[in-house]
């Protein structure tokens, strides 16, 4: 069940995702979910899109100091 008010389409789909899994389960289909520690995306500001953020800068960063 979830907890409210999702912070982002991704975590709803997610949510959404987990439910027909589950469904899935209980009719017999063998099932391993694996979630990541990050997601790295677009959206609000999250641990894991700030390090994207950081790695694509690093590399724009290296670009510029090449040319």
Known sequence: MHPG???????????????VVQEAAIEGVPIVS??????????KLTAGNSLALM?????YQSFLEAQ
């Open 34 to 43: 694996i979630y990541p520690r990050m997601v790295y995306g677009p959206g």
């Open 55 to 59: 790695v694509m800068f690093q590399i």
């Open 5 to 19: 008010k999702f912070i982002s389409p991704y975590e709803e789909s997610k949510f959404l995702a987990d439910k």
